[in-house]
């Protein structure tokens, strides 16, 4: 089968399309023929050495396709799934843990459904989770025009919180104030001293930072005291080291660093959140933007744009017809 396989890590040059065998599913996986994978910003980490990988390995968390094979037979063969989760997406066959499938309704894209789950996950457990936005709230979100950004703005503007959402440019400001939210701010060194001012001269109650290294100084700032900080990503690189003395001249404020795993591990938590996001986008009230789609031999031109911030929403491969 092709694939993109990575021998070394690197920059995107290291995406190489090659033959490689096909995977062998075990009892607890299904084998999938993938039509389209998602592509997210976890997948460069992997890529950089960022995130451990035995070498060589195919990229890629997530996708669509129809089931090849299920060792169990519980899953009928051509039944249109999605996934996040399995890694080795950027592939025309993955091998996907039974527990991370899900179908997919019709009338969803292919598009949508390769990339609904893993941001729209993300997004689910920054808003209904980490910290549970309630009526009244307020919220600042780095990289607001970004995959997770854009719907972590719906769900928290549908909850009725003030969303005070950070981009780079206008053509992403206009697409945070569609996705709802309240004022759209450009990345500064007075960041904070602005989100206060606009808030009332008051720090928000949560900080959503997919950015990182760039933006976390602001982020500690702009907080109220006793808010919490969630880092969720690093696009602009990992964060130095925090002395937790910091936390406490902020105001007594909370830091995390949540990840997917963490927020999914609960019995049924994964099937909740993905219903949640499923249906959400089935009854309209969560829309996706998928604004670029690229071939499978394409994808370090897809992971070039995607940190060189030239893409808004989320972005896919195309694997097969």
């Known amino acids: 089968m092709k694939a993109i396989q990575i021998t070394h890590t690197g920059g ?15 009892e607890d996986e299904v084998l999938v023929n993938v039509q389209v994978a998602g592509v997210n910003f976890i997948d460069t980490y992997y890529r950089e050495g960022v995130y451990h990988a035995p070498l060589p390995f195919v990229p890629g968390l997530e996708g669509t396709g129809r089931v090849a094979y299920d060792p ?32 997919v309704p019709e009338g969803v894209s292919p598009e949508v459904a390769a990339s609904m789950l893993l941001q729209g996950i993300t ?9 549970d936005l309630k009526e009244g709230d307020s919220c600042l979100i780095t990289a607001g025009a970004g995959g997770v950004g854009l719907l972590a703005t719906q769900m928290a503007a549908a909850k009725g919180v003030r969303v005070f959402s950070v981009v780079s440019s206008d053509e992403k400001e206009k697409l945070a104030i569609e996705a709802g939210a309240t004022e759209v701010f ?27 290294k760039d933006t976390f100084a602001e982020s500690l700032e702009a907080v109220r005291p006793r808010g919490t900080v969630c880092l969720f990503g690093a696009a602009s690189g990992p964060v130095e080291p925090v002395d937790p003395q910091l936390l406490n001249t902020h105001g007594s404020i909370f830091l995390t660093r949540p990840s997917i795993g963490a927020w999914t591990s609960g019995e049924g938590e ?5 219903q949640a996001v499923t249906q959400a986008i089935v009854d309209g009230t969560l829309r996706f933007r998928v604004s670029d789609a ?16 030239r893409t808004t929403g989320s972005i896919v491969l195309r694997v097969q017809d």
């Not at 190489?16 to 995977?23: A, M, V, Y």
């Not at 007075?190 to 949560?206: F, K, M, P």
């Not at 994964?270 to 993905?274: I, L, P, T, V, Y």
């Open 12 to 26: 995107p040059e290291v995406l190489s399309l090659q033959e490689i065998d096909s995977p062998v599913p075990t």
């Open 123 to 131: 997004a689910h457990y920054l808003t209904y989770g980490v910290y």
């Open 294 to 309: 690229y071939d499978l031999a394409d994808a370090e031109q897809a992971h070039r744009d995607l940190q060189g911030r």
């Open 270 to 274: 994964f099937r909740m959140r993905a």
């Open 186 to 212: 450009r990345y500064s060194d007075n960041l904070a001293e602005i989100v206060r001012r606009r808030n009332n001269g008051a720090g928000v109650d949560v900080v959503y930072d997919g950015v990182g």
């Open 72 to 103: 169990r037979g519980d899953i009928a063969v051509g039944t249109v799934v999605a996934w996040c989760d399995a890694f080795g997406s950027y592939a025309q066959q993955v091998c996907v843990p039974r527990e991370r499938l899900v179908a």
